[in-house]
């Protein structure tokens, strides 16, 4: 017989064993099995309720986007400093803007006299 058909043979029995074994343990622990199989089903339907969810939303925001007739959004991150706020008390410009997009303050207002 050669290396490779013994390694197989060998390869198998202990897979069979252990499979043994495996199914023996389920049947003497019948209860923490059972819970374990609970678990691993709570949290298969969780991870699969989450992502519908979420794909659900992502749909949805597209979809409004769309019916504005939006083809591209831009969208900009607030920096303290150019709103309100304690940084734009410290810098002294209050909060103003001296012109102000959509979003943003496109320059901020010169600083207050004192």
Not at 33 to 38: A, D, M, P, Q, V
Not at 56 to 73: H, L, T
Request: net charge positive.
């Amino acid at each position: 017989m050669s290396p490779l058909k013994r390694l197989g043979l060998v390869w198998r029995r202990e897979f069979a064993e252990n499979v043994w074994m495996a199914l023996e343990t389920l049947r003497s622990h019948k209860v923490r099995s059972g819970l374990t199989i609970l678990g691993v089903v709570i949290a298969v339907v969780t991870l699969v309720g989450v992502v519908g969810i979420l794909m659900g939303v992502d749909r949805n925001i597209k979809q409004e986007m769309q019916s504005f007739g939006v083809r591209n959004a831009f969208f900009y991150h607030l920096t303290s400093a150019s709103t309100s706020g304690r940084a734009a008390r410290k810098s002294g410009s209050g909060g103003r803007c001296a012109t102000r997009t959509m979003w943003r303050c496109a320059t901020p207002a010169p600083p207050a006299r004192t």
